[in-house]
């Protein structure tokens, strides 16, 4: 079975950074897209950043200038580098992948002190 696993995150303080990572295992076909989603207590779950095969990245404003995402040589293992992190980030990161249909990581907490 396809599964997704997160790593990376942890407590913080503000203005500093943290690199999420998720790798994807159970296939040997590549993924099409990859990217992030957080969810914040009481909040809907939101976009955060997205990357394609081809390696066109998409982001939220919210964090644009400050995440960049990547994929490594693997392609089936992306990444989100975090700068200048914002007490507002703090949420539980998950990973999504799609091929065929869309996989979900567990999520890793990410919480940022001001």
Excluded: H
């Excluded at 690199?19 to 296939?27: E, N, Y």
């Excluded at 390696?55 to 089936?76: H, L, M, P, W």
């Amino acid at each position: 079975q396809v599964q997704l696993v997160e790593s990376g995150g942890g407590p913080v303080q503000a203005g500093q950074s943290l690199r999420l990572s998720c790798t994807g295992s159970g296939t040997s076909m590549r993924f099409n897209a990859m990217g992030w989603y957080r969810q914040a207590p009481g909040k809907q779950r939101e976009f955060v950043a997205q990357i394609s095969r081809g390696g066109s990245a998409d982001y939220a404003d919210f964090v644009k200038g400050r995440f960049t995402i990547s994929r490594d040589s693997s392609e089936n293992t992306v990444s989100l580098q975090m700068n200048s992190l914002k007490p507002e980030d703090t949420a539980v990161y998950y990973c999504t992948a799609t091929f065929a249909q869309r996989y979900w990581g567990q999520g890793t907490q990410v919480t940022v002190s001001s």
